[in-house]
């Protein structure tokens, strides 16, 4: 690295203007307190990355920001907050994670997909109600599917089909009810009693 220029500049109307000058990296570093704001600016060759201080306000003009804490970072604000990106979010956690909201919380997009490489547990201790709706809902799995209401369990539709490829059991400990305007049993082989 060559010679740096150094400037320091005083001004009763604009204030104080530190400036440093790299020719040789093409660089230009700036810090500018006015009596209203503090800016330091870096300005390279293609890219410039600002940080503006005000009594009310800090706002970072980057490229790339990165904090990295060697242990905890905390963001706290006592008003609404916005994170967003114009492209791919992502949040990771190594250990657990906790999503948490005294009022409600609301996910919205096109798809939505949740994968869990063991168990997936959904409760709704409160209202003892757990609502999941859509024009065409299936329930899949690979290999064996219970439904159990530890008090009544009940399926309703305009048409209810039950099928299986193999064998079917319908039992009751109690009274076995099986009612329609029209009834029919068939099999090959059809045992009553």
Known sequence: ??????????????????KVENADGKITQTIVMDGTAITITVKGESDTSTITQKADSVVI?????????????????????TYQSDDTMTLKSTKDMSLTSDADIKASAMNIKGDAKTEVALTGANTQKLSL???GATLSSTS??????????????????????????????????LKGSLT??????????
Request: charged fraction near 20%; hydrophobic fraction near 40%.
């Open 144 to 177: 064996q599917l219970s439904l159990e209401g530890k008090a009544q369990a009940s399926m309703k539709g305009g048409m209810v089909e039950v099928k299986a490829t193999g064998m079917l059991n319908a039992e009751a400990s109690g009274v076995a009810t």
């Open 61 to 81: 003009k980057c490229k790339k920001f990165e904090v990295d804490a060697t242990e905890t970072i905390t963001m706290k604000s006592t008003k609404a907050s």
């Open 1 to 18: 690295m060559g010679t740096l220029v150094c400037t320091i500049e005083l001004d009763k109307q604009a204030g104080v203007t530190v």
């Open 133 to 135: 709706a859509s024009a």
């Open 184 to 193: 029919n049993v068939q099999g090959s082989l059809v045992n009553l009693g």
